[in-house]
C-alpha cells in the first residue's frame, strides 16, 4: 500500500528521522472520488451500527440502500 506522507520525529537532540504516515477514517466519510481511497491507500474501518440485538459493520452488512427501505 502506499505510503500518504511522512513525519518528522526527533529522537534526541539534533537527530531527526522520518516516519510514515497513514490516513485512516471510519466509514462516515464519503468520497467524491472513490479512487482516493486506493490511490492513496486510505484505510476505511466500518461503522458498528445496532439495532435491538441487530449488530451491522456499514458497507460490509449494510448498505445505506438497505438502511432506508428497512
Do not use: W
Request: charged letters at 20%.
Amino acid at each position: 500500500m502506499p505510503v500518504f506522507g511522512r513525519a518528522l520525529f526527533c529522537d534526541a537532540p539534533g537527530e531527526v528521522r522520518l516516519g510514515k504516515v497513514r490516513v485512516v477514517t471510519d466509514s462516515s466519510a464519503h468520497f467524491l472520488d472513490p479512487g482516493v481511497i486506493d490511490r492513496y491507500g486510505i484505510t476505511v474501518v466500518p461503522l458498528q451500527i445496532h439495532f435491538g440485538n441487530q449488530h451491522f459493520l456499514e458497507g460490509v452488512d449494510l448498505d445505506a440502500e438497505d438502511f432506508s427501505t428497512g
